[in-house]
């Protein structure tokens, strides 16, 4: 309830677009009254903010003809009296609502440690950037809540078969290809949940990897790889299918450098052929290809530069100003900011913990240093290897990013986090010690209380020049004052 309540409170608020907004909204708009389009995102976190609005009925009268002539929606094309937001934001909200429950199942299951899971919990509730960019008509929401799902079960699957002696079957690797592809589907950085598969495979086949049983591992290969995979790629391409199908009509103002063969299939046999869909679906894969190759590349000298650099994500660099607006009163002037900003507590605190579990896997493996619990090292070492390969995978991309795409990493890295707790604390935990938990219980108090004082940037709240002032507490956050 608490999730919810901070995720799907009023999420019509602000009544106005914002960032992403303007091309996900546009996009929705599309499939509800059957104009194809092309985007670089692959399409199931469209294809469910569009149905979320056709569900809901909120704008059903309104006219949003002009939503389906741009792929960016700009004032002049809303209808005259506005729209409601709210069915538009609701599934990212909902589900990233909802995903913390697979974050207290996984951990849970990790630890087996009831306090550990619940106090966790609350640092993906009460983190600003998470919020902010969940209750909004964007995908990372969407997406980390299958994220969090193939996290779970993973985790269910590997700790069934150490903790619960159920051995891991192939209906395991079939339901995380499911979870993989859910999130891929939303977009490409999903891939990183490939690794995912190497581990459950690990933990598999751990008795042969140690015995070097290579005929074993590679018999056991032929099937967990089509029982894994398979699922995977038809959930990706099952998602264009439907994106394809429900474009029924040629967009009036874009081809999309669509084929003459995709276009002449969809005037003969219509948008649900087969024939039309193996004509489209190269065309989509190579728009995607080349929106991203026109992307421009970060420059910091750029007056009004949103993107940064990967290397400052983890202390919260650079925030976004979504929106803001403004009024004077009794001369004094607030502005209402929408403003994407960390929870300091939170993101230095997984910084902090990937630096100690680094530290913790050199020791290991470098010095042969003993380890208080060998499965919950493993289990660091696979969030850590998960972290660090996202970030290493981002340095390789040339196009601008932003500080939202370290909304992934972030995840992993709170889970990370609680396993550092378990594994510093292991034995006050093992013990039950009231001032380890104590300690808990306060770190969670000072979460919310930093959630609470940057509350205003998230939900749009009025502030003065002071008030700004008094949340403005690193230069290399780069806050923008409006006066």
Known sequence: MCSLSV??????????LFWDENYHIASAQKYIDGVMYMEPHPPLGKLLIAGSEALLGLNR??????????DYIKDNHMPEDGIHYAAFRLPSALMMGLAVLFFYGSVRRITANLHVAFAFSFFLIFDNALVIHSRAAMLEGIQLFFVLGALYQMTRAITGKYRDNNPI???????????IG???????????????FVMLYGADQWQNLCNKDWLALIRRLTTTVPSGVSPMILVVLGMFYLHIGLGSELASHNTYKSSPEYRQSLEENGSWSLTTYFAALPDNWRFMSEYADGVPSLDVCKVGENGSSLLGWPLGTKTINYRWSKRTTDGTTYVRYHNLVANPVVWFSVLAGIVLSVGLIISRFIYQNPVKDTALFNWVVAFTTLYISYMMAILQIERVMYMYHYLMPLIFGVVNLALIFQYVFYDQLARGSRHTLINLAAYVILAFGVFAFFSPFTYSWPLSEAQFELRNWFDFWQLELVR
């Open 169 to 179: 079957r192939l209906k395991h690797y079939a339901y995380l290809g499911l979870w």
């Open 182 to 196: 859910l999130a891929i589907a939303v977009k490409i950085n999903g891939a990183v949940l490939l690794l995912l």
């Open 7 to 16: 995720y799907t409170t009023d999420p019509g608020h602000p009544n106005a």
């Open 61 to 70: 009268e309104a006219d949003k003809s002009k939503f389906l002539t741009t």
